[in-house]
């Protein structure tokens, strides 16, 4: 058989080979880093047999799939500890998840932080003990046999979940199995270095209805030193958590009485609006025009664009009489197309990128809320654009561009993510296949093969979809913004345009955000600066300090100049020692503190403390002014330590 590796080279191999046993004979050294394989776009595990000309990569702790199945293996050490520590327990499930695994577990016995020595040192004696990890199957009764012998009735529930057909797989390791479709590593001897995390409580299946679990959660790396680097990253990340800084710079809260809906405080809603203002003037300058659109809909509109049917159980509804229900809006696409139909469009008119910033509300599940990160209200920067099918392509790698600079500005390093068809698309499978080609065929141009993902089967009901992928400071990965591909909902709404040779035809809209939802972005962007903003969003740009009473006079004049000059300044002219105002400034991170006394006064000049600590002395006060200024005009991310005298 013939196997196509990443670097494009051809090998030829024996067939039936498992992807370990080719890592194998390529290299001893490749072998030892294989935790899975991915053969034809699919995951699969290292065990898995080829018999076929495919094309393979090997996944190794590098890759996020690679650690995934490590985190897996892992969970399974721990399980098993579980297990030979309090044999009644039940297991449930053990996934990996985007850093790290958890396992819940049925069990009368209440785990705290005390138990967790106890545990790690049976999932030592487990690593110690190196058992192969060992992969079968079982046919429908064999498997309800052995969950009913080892008294796991959550197993049995999922076995008789799963349809008559499916293969049912369980991994062995010493004396314990669980049910598991994989993949996993080689041997329990690989999980070298582990620690548990944290403690939860999670009901079965995620339902409020069920019995609730105790879920464990852990992490687990190949090696002590990476484990290490993982552990103070979390103290740094502890340290960022925009839900700590957050309140504690005044810029946001949450509160009980409104779950996920965050109040917006003046200096965190003039960073808000900083940002939308650099939006606005970087959209308009494409050719975007801005609307505003109602908050709440007669559910009519949402049937008849498949949200009712697709999304409903994410949507607030408000049923007014036993014949008036209406929904509020959690998308703006369905507006955007009323705005469209209110009038006879031609070809001339397209491109027609209408955006929209209204306030949107998703509902969410109390459990999955996190800060600003994952909230119920939230704004994005939404823009729906119509455009010809012969516009696509150019349409895209616009956008694409405003996503460079936007994320180029903050310093801010992203993925593009390929989501394809669902299985409860919506629409004519042709079309989708067409906007799947031309998708790929931009992010093969623009970002190479291999510089993207692809996320088989998530795309949104009525179109692929191009998602912005960010990490924050703990690597978790957020959806930001995205690029999808309609052609379903234009036709859904009976929208056409006068094409040039007179004939109706039907426009193609593409969704759109940036930011994504800019509470996401404030909330990665505070963890990403520590809540040290580039100088032109900070709140508080400029904080001043007058030595003595005397000097407040001063001090007011200079925050007049700047203020006129649009500099968001503040001036602590209240009777308390100066080293007491200084740190009050110092606390709230602001970029500069500018400290005049008699001298400054006399000279018409600042001494000027930045936030990096250095201090400048005689700096004129046009000189500052103009430095200023030129960061808010030119957005400039680093801070200008030095003025000219």
Known sequence: ??????????????????????????????????????????????????????????????????????????????????????????????????????YDIDLDY?????????????????????????????????????????????KTELINELPEDAVISFYKQGEWADLCAGPHVRSTGQIKAFKIMSLAGAYWHGDENNKMLQRIYGVAYPKKSLL?????????????????????????????????????????????????????????????????????????????????????????????????????????????????????????????????????????????????????????????????????????????????????????????????????????????DKAEAALKEILDKRYGKGGYDINEGDGAFYGPKIDIMMKDALDRTWQMGTIQVDFQLPRNFDLTYMDKDGELKTPVMIHRVIYGSLERFIGLLIENTAGRFPFWLSPVQVGIVPVGEKNNQYAQQIAEKLRYNRIRVEVDDRDNPMGTKIRKFREELLPYIVIVGDKEEADGTLSIRVRSADQVHGVPVESFVEATNRMNREREYDLQDKFDK
Not at 62 to 81: I, L, N, P, R, Y
Not at 117 to 126: L, N, S
Not at 402 to 431: Q, V
């Open 228 to 432: 290490d680097d993982h552990l103070k990253k979390l103290e740094e990340a502890k340290k960022r958590d925009h839900r700590k800084l957050g309140p504690q710079l005044d810029l946001f809260f949450m509160d009980d009485t409104a779950p996920g809906m965050p109040y917006w405080l003046p200096k965190g809603w003039k960073l808000f609006n900083t940002l939308l203002e650099f939006w606005r003037e970087e959209h308009e300058k494409r050719g975007y025009q801005e609307i505003s659109s109602p908050q709440i809909n007669y559910n009519s509109l949402w049937i008849r664009s498949g949200h009712w049917d697709h999304y409903r159980e994410n949507m607030f509804v408000i049923p007014v009489s036993e014949n008036e229900v209406y929904g509020v809006k959690p998308m703006n696409c369905p507006n955007a197309i009323v705005v469209y139909k209110r009038k006879t469009r031609s070809y001339r008119d397209l491109p027609l990128r209408l955006s929209d910033c209204d306030v949107l509300h998703r509902k969410e599940k109390s459990g999955e809320l996190h800060g600003l990160l994952r909230v119920q209200m939230f704004r994005q920067d939404d823009s729906h654009n119509f455009i010809r099918e012969d516009q696509i392509y150019d349409e895209i790698n616009s956008i694409l561009d405003i996503a460079d600079r936007f994320y180029g500005i903050f310093n801010l390093e992203y993925r593009p993510e390929l989501s394809t068809r669902p299985d409860d698309f919506m629409g004519d499978i042709k079309l989708w």
């Open 110 to 154: 209440t785990i705290t932080p005390d138990d967790y020595d106890r545990i790690e040192a049976e999932m030592r004696k487990i690593v110690k003990a190196d058992y192969p990890i060992e992969y079968c199957t079982k046919n429908r009764k064999e498997a309800l046999e052995w969950a009913d012998k080892h008294h796991e009735s959550y």
């Open 1 to 102: 058989m013939e196997i196509t590796l990443l670097d494009g080279s051809s090998r030829t191999f024996q067939d039936g080979l498992s992807v370990y046993e080719i890592a194998k004979e390529i290299s001893i050294g490749l072998s030892k880093k294989v935790m899975a394989g991915m053969v034809d776009g699919e995951v699969v595990d290292q065990r898995y047999k080829i018999n076929k000309d495919c094309t393979l990569k090997f996944l190794t702790f590098d890759d996020q799939e690679g650690k995934k199945t490590f985190w897996h293996s892992a969970s399974h050490v721990m399980g098993q500890a579980i297990k030979r520590i309090w044999p009644q327990a039940q297991l449930t499930i053990g996934p990996a998840i985007d850093n790290g695994f958890y």
